[in-house]
């Protein structure tokens, strides 16, 4: 029954791989959202989805491509990982109509050798 | 350009007493702020929301106060316990749908 779940919760991949995170809601919500939180713990968005659409999309190397098939699934795709992208990912969901009050999932931790 | 600023120092504080957290942004007009609470290995959890045009909002020993003019939160944890150890985060949103913005968040480490 978890809310917002997240596959893989650890990921180690050496430089140049291409690598997958999948994420998905059973909460009902219309918005879904991709954060990056460093090694200072800062949380960054990403990417955010509306009913499968891209609303926003912050300065974010063109190598990470987001996939929505459905309003429940946000999937992140990362090509040639770099060290630098290692970090924990968040996805999160919320209601567009609400206060915008975010969902997370328990977070990936990309480790990039 | 816009900040959000939060202690980044730890907040030690004895079982009991009152934990005060302040949130501070510049160059930036929030419709709304949010706190949030974040565990070791966890995903951040929601735990409140002031508007604007609202001065203070409590929830169980919870407490957030919201100054525009100051443009500042304060977030306090009153008779705080052990189990309130955790990082809090602050996070500004210009308008609901709209993208929040996080501040580093603070961590809170509560004496027995």
Known sequence: ?????????????????DKSIKCEQ?????????????????????FS????ELIIN????????????DKAHLN???NSLELGDSAVYFCASSVTSGNNEQFFGPGTRLTVL | SQKIEQNS??????????ATLTCNYTNYSPAYLQWYRQDPGRGPVFLLLIRENEKEKRKERLKVTF?????????HITASQPADSATYLCALDKAAGNKLTFGGGTRVLVKP
């Not at chain 1, 809310?3 to 893989?8: E, I, K, L, R």
């Open chain 1, 26 to 46: 059973n909460l009902g919500h219309d918005t879904m959202y991709w954060y990056k939180q460093d090694s200072k713990k800062f949380l960054k968005i990403m």
């Open chain 1, 49 to 52: 989805y509306n009913n499968k």
């Open chain 2, 67 to 75: 100054d525009t003019t100051l443009k500042q939160s304060l977030f």
């Open chain 1, 76 to 78: 992140l795709h990362i």
């Open chain 1, 1 to 17: 029954d978890t809310a917002v779940s997240q596959t893989p919760k650890y990921l180690v991949t050496q430089m140049g791989n």
């Open chain 1, 58 to 69: 912050e300065t974010v190397p063109n190598r990470f491509s987001p996939k929505s098939p």
């Open chain 2, 9 to 18: 120092e730890a907040l030690n504080i004895q079982e009991g007493k009152t």
